[in-house]
């Protein structure tokens, strides 16, 4: 089966305001007939520009390690274009791993809401980033994310609490996430945490800058 080339360009991807799907068994099921993905799959999500400076090709060499380690029924979903879509789909052929990943290309917001919903991992192990919205909305549909160490996109995370953070290292990465499917319910807790701590949207954004402000003007 060849890799799983699919786009529907309509919107850019950033940036949302995002709110959280009303049914996410309904949208687990948009997601699932839009890109062939068996309902009992265990989905990771990556939301961006397709560059390997954002470490994209660490992501896949790390899931190639898990599924020798074990890891099974998975997909890897990417959500996004960019300049490294053909080294991308070439890794992806090197590394065994054409079953398990699907390009979604670019998607519109209620679908890319869908896709954070329907995904159990966020993996962004980008060192490149300073800051990045997707991790906000991830959190937004209680998807927790996986840095690596050093990441300054890893600053608002409690490692354990409402993350996870990893080692910079592919194997390290491959037995985290396999170490986290295997723990359902500190999975759910991490979960909930990351919605409850990590999620903003714009109304509670422009609600503490009014804050500043009036704490700025009043001294």
Request: some cysteine; aromatic content about 10%.
């Amino acid at each position: 089966m060849a890799i799983n080339f699919l786009s529907c360009p309509t919107e850019l991807l950033h940036p949302i305001q995002g709110s959280p799907v009303a049914n996410p068994e309904k949208a687990a099921q948009i997601v699932n007939e839009s890109y062939g993905i068996p309902a009992d799959a265990t989905v990771f999500l990556f939301v961006g520009r397709i560059n390997f400076i954002k470490n994209i090709d660490f992501t896949i060499r790390a899931l190639a390690k898990a599924k020798a380690m074990g890891l099974k029924n998975f997909r890897m979903l990417f959500a996004g274009k960019g300049q490294d879509e053909e080294k991308l789909a070439a890794l992806v052929q090197e590394q065994g791993l054409n079953e398990e990943v699907v390009m979604c290309g670019l998607t519109d917001k209620e679908m890319l809401e869908n896709l954070y919903s329907r995904a159990k991992l966020f993996l962004f192990p980008s060192l490149y980033d300073a800051n990045s919205l997707v991790q906000i909305e991830a959190a937004c549909q209680g998807t927790p994310t996986v840095f690596l160490e050093g990441a300054r996109t890893a600053a608002t995370v409690t490692l354990g609490v409402n993350g996870y953070v990893c080692p910079p290292d592919e194997d390290s990465y491959a037995r985290m996430i396999i170490d986290i499917m295997a723990a359902p319910e500190a999975y759910e807790r991490i979960a909930a945490a990351a919605r409850r701590d990590l999620y903003l949207n714009w109304d509670d954004v422009v609600r503490d800058v009014y804050k500043d402000y009036c704490t700025f003007v009043e001294a």
